[in-house]
């Protein structure tokens, strides 16, 4: 049989790649998406790759300013600190706990999330009518504040910071998730496909998740700017990460007191945090555009 | 000759919440019965909200209905509410096939799984079912890894129609499936279900609000109003002679 194409290669595409390609064109997004991937990576690896280990003290050098300043020294690149510890080693080694363990805690939502929402979505009657009064309920208090009044009963702690932010990350997640589950469920090819004899189950996993796994990932990417923040909150709060740990936020309240004498130990966590979130958020904005775009049409 | 389709006194009720506790019941269908001989095809016909979606509904087991008897082959397959027909020997094809195609799977995977869910067949025999079922409507084997996104309307009517021959129905019920059809590709798809009905003996229920459709392609008419029917006999005699009102008002004679 003479194959022949009768669409052109360019919509012969699943969803997915078209997804891609329209994220492509959007190059704040695309830079955003860099920076993310570079973060993630050194969050896996900062301990292999950071120059110092976090609490190497050198007498020699205290106090140095950056390297590119006069009175810097080309081994300690961003300067260091009040102990004589290399800024650039522990602000790498922070990475893995505020952007590392934010990743963890939005994946953990996420699963947590989906399960529940999804249950949720599906539920009818008064049990369904149930769960809804309860998650507005938790939904009316802000994540910052429900994740204190948890580590209130908890206590401090790392540990317990990313529990807590779970906690506090998860009404908001069931919610979407819930809402998107219940509109999928509405739609013609859902009850097609149950007269096709597709089971609960198979109607949850190939009719309702192939359509709103983006949507998913949106929700994810609003999670984790809100987990990243809500950690350096934590940490710099004193609630979190406690000091020798070197989480972002933990750093910014340990060197507060040095901000007229060395700006560059408070200065830099917050450059890394303003550009962990905002590679978040460029990230979930391109793709939230793309998805935007495609309802249009 | 045995009808293949029975249907005796269905009736069907909806329950809407009126306020908080309040219900309100609304009777949507009251007491429908017909017909339908194999290799027939039975229009319904009726003015907006006469419950013909709703009736296609029950007969393709979307809803059940609260009383009433659909009876296939003579075999009961819905009894007061009761469905028992696992073979999906009555399949529906909806009115907006943009809508009815699920986006984000493949038309192969679609007709896949339902076939899988519905048969033993094997991955191979599966396989080629689907590219005998797509080259039966008109469309293409390769047409199996596409997209719907990919299809225009005609083309994703065909799919629909293949999405319900696959599984060998008895019952076709057509619930204003040809409406948003272009009237050159609706000619060509009405051509190829007059084909398939010769080919292999389906019968169709028609539910449309084009008089010359049904002239063309049905045998029988059902005329229903309020979800009561007003009119039912052979299509010709029903044209020639309309004794209800609401078929005279449509005949605007
Ligand atoms: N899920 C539902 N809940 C409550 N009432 C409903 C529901 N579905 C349909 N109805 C009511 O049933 C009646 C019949 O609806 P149906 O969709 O069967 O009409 P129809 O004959 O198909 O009309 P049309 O020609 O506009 O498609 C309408 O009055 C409608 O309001
Ligand atoms: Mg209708």
């Known amino acids: 049989m003479a194959k022949f194409k009768l669409f052109s290669e360019e919509s012969n595409r699943s969803p997915l790649s078209r997804l891609w390609k329209k994220f492509k064109a959007n190059h704040p997004a695309l830079v955003g998406l860099w920076i993310f991937i570079a973060l993630t990576l050194l969050a896996l690896f900062a301990p292999l790759i950071s120059p110092y280990s976090i609490n190497q003290q050198h007498a020699d050098a205290l106090l140095l300013p950056p390297s590119w300043h006069d009175a810097g020294d080309v081994r300690f690149i961003l300067g260091t600190d009040d102990l004589g510890r290399d800024i650039l080693s522990r602000l790498m080694n922070g990475a893995t706990f505020t952007f590392g363990l934010s990743i963890i805690a939005a994946l953990i939502t996420t699963v947590l999330g989906v399960i529940i929402g999804s249950l949720a979505g599906m539920s009818k009657g008064i049990r369904s009518s149930f769960f809804n009064h309860l998650l507005d309920i938790t939904l009316s208090i802000p994540s910052l504040l429900l994740a204190i009044i948890i580590i209130a009963i908890l206590g401090p702690g790392l540990l317990n910071t990313v529990w807590a932010i779970i906690l506090a990350l998860l009404p908001q997640y069931v919610h979407s998730i819930r809402n998107l589950v219940v509109e999928e469920l509405s739609k013609d090819y859902i009850s097609a496909f149950r007269l096709d004899g597709a089971s609960k189950w198979k109607i949850l996993v190939r009719g309702v998740f192939p359509n709103i796994y983006e949507h998913i990932v949106v929700i994810f990417t609003m999670a984790l700017s809100t987990a990243i923040l809500d950690i350096a909150a934590l940490g710099f709060l004193k609630l979190g990460a406690q000091p020798p740990t070197t989480e972002w936020g933990a750093i910014l309240a340990e060197n507060l007191g040095l901000i007229y004498l060395a700006p560059w130990t408070v200065g830099l966590p917050g450059v890394l945090l303003f550009i962990a979130v905002l590679s978040t958020n460029l990230v979930g904005d391109g793709l939230r555009q793309v998805l935007k775009d495609r309802k249009a049409d | ?248 008002r449509l005949l605007n004679v």
Request: hydrophobic share 40%; proline share 3%; glycine share 8%.
């Open chain 2, 1 to 248: 000759m045995q009808p293949i389709l029975k249907v005796q006194s269905l009736h069907k009720t909806y329950h809407v919440r009126v306020g908080l506790l309040k219900r309100k019941n609304i009777p949507v269908l009251t007491d429908i019965s017909f017909c339908l001989g194999k290799g027939e095809t039975i229009a319904v016909i009726g003015e907006t909200g006469a419950g013909k979606s709703t009736l296609a509904k029950l007969l393709a087991g979307a809803e059940q209905a609260e009383t009433g008897q659909i009876l296939l082959n003579g075999t009961t397959i819905e009894d007061d509410g009761v469905r028992q027909d696992h073979c999906r020997h009555i399949r529906m094809i909806f009115q907006d096939p943009t809508r009815s195609l699920n986006p984000g799977l493949t038309i192969g995977e679609i007709l896949d799984d339902c076939l899988s869910y519905n048969t033993e067949l094997t991955h191979k025999q599966r396989d080629k079912k689907i590219a005998h079922v797509l080259i039966r409507v008109g469309l293409l084997e390769e047409h199996y890894h596409y997209y719907p996104h990919m299809f225009s309307g005609g083309q994703l009517q065909r799919v629909a129609l293949a999405r319900a021959l696959i599984l060998d129905p008895k019952v076709l019920v057509l619930d204003e499936a040809l409406s948003s059809l272009d009237p050159s590709v609706r000619a060509q798809t009405v051509n190829l279900l007059l084909a398939l009905q010769k080919e292999t003996g389906l019968s169709y229920v028609l539910i449309t609000h084009h008089l010359s459709l049904v002239k063309h392609m049905s045998d029988s008419l059902l005329v229903l109003n309020k979800g009561k029917v007003v009119e039912y006999g052979k299509t010709a005699q029903v044209f020639a002679q309309p004794k209800s009102k609401v078929m005279k």
